[in-house]
């Protein structure tokens, strides 16, 4: 029996690279992708295929996707992981900053998903999952661009999944709070290239103070967590549509329903705590 194949995005480390050895394990055939081929290798001697695929670029997502199927004639599930965080005061980044960031966490998404779709339609079967993030449910100071992508997931994802519905593919978003990955340290270089305004100095204070959304803070969770959670995902027969992964995820989720005002003034609290 031919087993499952999975195709993971932004595999070169974290999340990504976690979720693909947790997949191998598995007994899956995992097809790990990277920009770069070269931050992957060692995946391929875990048993992973490796692959060129930058999600901003057609030709990469038509040619890996055609080389799953020529291998392995089904692409049985399809992790959107490739992404980053674009942080800083709304005001203080750049028309280019926020095209690029949507470039990633969500045309990347939309055009894998278009790519992969026709197939999974056709087998009548199939698992798209999406990484999102708490912040694509609760937006927070100096996070708008990269809430606002994660929001476009989210809402993608939601009207995704009853269109597909019909063809027995299923959509599943996770929702990572804060884990321990190289995350922040990819946002923080993002930020120093902001050109700023010079009246945000509390968000950048701040932003110094609690690394982002990701490091070793408390209730941070490891890669391999939220692997945990993808691989349930894949494997379910009837996923849910959210998976919040963390106590921190869970409870942030829930702050989404609390008045804005009530939101407001919290984030003006923290901001004179800082």
Known sequence: MQPKTVLITGCSS??????????????????????????????????????RLDVTNQDDVDRVVDRILDEHGVISCLVNNAGYGQFGPVEDVSIEQVEKQYTVNVYGVHRLIKAVLPHMRREEDGTIINISSVAGRLAFPGGGVYCGSKFAVEALSDALRAEVEPF???????????????????????????????????????FDDTQAIGGDGPGSVSAERVAEDIINAASATKPVARVPVGTPARLAVLARFLPDTVRDRAW???????
């Open 14 to 51: 974290g999340i990504g690279r976690a979720t693909a050895l947790a997949f191998a394990a598995e007994g899956w055939a995992v097809y790990a992708t990277a920009r770069d081929p070269g931050d992957i290798e060692a995946l391929e001697d875990a048993g992973c295929t490796i692959d």
């Open 168 to 206: 027995g593919i299923d959509v599943v978003v996770i929702q990572p709070g804060p884990v321990k990955t190289a995350f922040t340290d990819r946002a923080e270089s993002e930020v120093d290239q902001i050109e700023r305004a010079g009246v945000y100095e509390d968000f950048y204070s701040m």
């Open 268 to 274: 003006s609290l923290l901001r004179r705590l800082g």
